[in-house]
């Protein structure tokens, strides 16, 4: 159920009065003391939308509808065909709001995330996939599509992988490619292999997961040279920064922050991905909007890398570099 403007406007205003909630109540007290029996299924999604807004949640009418859905087990467009009505649903549904407003991230209470095709778990231990690297995702699937021309299967890796969803939707979405998954974490590594598991269960190819650090200079040895595409969500902000409440105490650290200026990661993973490649493969990293220009000459400062370009997010901040691996001299000359 999609509510409008207009709607929020006239039932707003005298909802709390109607439902015996003050305004003096903080958002989880809000949550926990209104009677939720007495709301319809539209008064219940913005109560629920009012209270995550004056917790600081972002997109609040978004995250109530999500959680409505949810509960239900129905997509989210599909929320106006079934009850919220129900005094068990409605119960579930008021702890969950009440957990959102503790900034408990959206992910720890759906217990999922998507990407392309693909819904993988997603709890404790793990980072959350960001909404921005449906563009990393995007970019893969069309340079496969368009600049891979190889006769043999694409090989693929995705350093960093996390929960493993940048990995798995590749290999969803390319049923013939070679994904190889690095990850260092041990606990973020056993999500990617659930995830794994649950996506080959359900006819995927299977994935390849290592753990590893990206910054070793052996990683992935019997790889060197051999691998069409690199991509990669690091670790990117800078250590300095202030971040969301969902980030600061849900995300692990080490999946977030990169030394002060956020490159920690990414300048030895460019040496590995100048290493890993295969001449006129290509590498795309994510980074931190503050460091784009920083990354994109972190691979025009090495001469094996050549079209080098920085891509935005849809807010058009600067958000991942795109390079390709180029011959050398004496590559060059070998290969003729």
């Known amino acids: ?18 439902v015996g909630v003050t305004h003096g109540d903080t958002p989880t007290e809000a949550a926990r003391e209104l009677d939720w029996s007495r709301l319809s299924d539209g008064r219940a999604i913005l109560e629920a939308a009012r209270i995550l807004e004056e917790a600081g949640v972002p997109n609040a009418r978004t995250d109530a509808e999500i959680l409505a859905a949810h509960v239900v087990g129905v997509e989210r467009p599909r929320l106006g065909l079934v009850p919220l009505v129900d005094s068990g649903v409605l119960d579930q549904y008021q702890s969950l709001i009440a957990e959102r407003a503790r900034r408990v991230p959206l992910q720890h209470l759906t217990g999922e995330a998507s990407m392309g095709d693909i819904t993988v ?7 959350i996939p960001r909404p921005e690297t449906e563009l990393l995702f995007g970019w ?16 693929v890796l995705d350093l960093c992988t996390g929960s493993g969803i940048l990995a798995l939707a590749i290999a969803n979405a390319r049923p013939d490619a070679i994904v190889h998954a690095v990850e260092l974490d041990p606990t ?25 650090d990206v ?12 691998v069409d595409l690199i991509v990669a969500n690091p670790p990117y902000v800078p250590e300095d920064t202030d971040v969301d409440v969902e980030v600061r105490e849900h995300d692990p650290s080490m999946a977030v922050f990169a030394g002060a200026d956020g490159l920690s990661v990414i300048r030895p993973l460019v040496s590995n991905a100048a ?13 931190d909007d503050t460091n784009g ?10 001469r094996v890398f050549g079209e080098v370009s920085e891509h935005p997010d849809l807010a058009g901040r600067p958000r991942f570099v795109v390079a390709r691996r180029e011959a050398t001299a004496a590559e060059a000359a070998w290969l003729n």
């Open 293 to 302: 220009p920083q990354t994109a000459e972190l691979f025009r400062a090495r």
């Open 275 to 287: 290493r890993l490649l295969r001449i006129g493969g290509a590498v795309a990293v994510e980074h």
């Open 121 to 127: 778990a997603i709890g404790k231990g793990v980072f």
């Open 215 to 226: 910054t070793d200079r052996n990683l992935l040895s019997e790889l060197e040279g051999g």
């Open 188 to 212: 973020a590594l056993s999500w990617a292999r659930r995830n794994a598991e649950a996506q080959a269960q359900a006819g995927d190819t299977p994935i390849n997961l290592v753990r590893g």
């Open 1 to 18: 159920m999609t509510v409008d403007d207009e709607q929020v406007g006239a039932i707003g205003a005298g909802l709390c009065a109607f």
């Open 140 to 155: 893969s699937l069309a340079y496969l599509e368009g600049s891979y021309h190889r006769e043999e299967p694409p090989v």
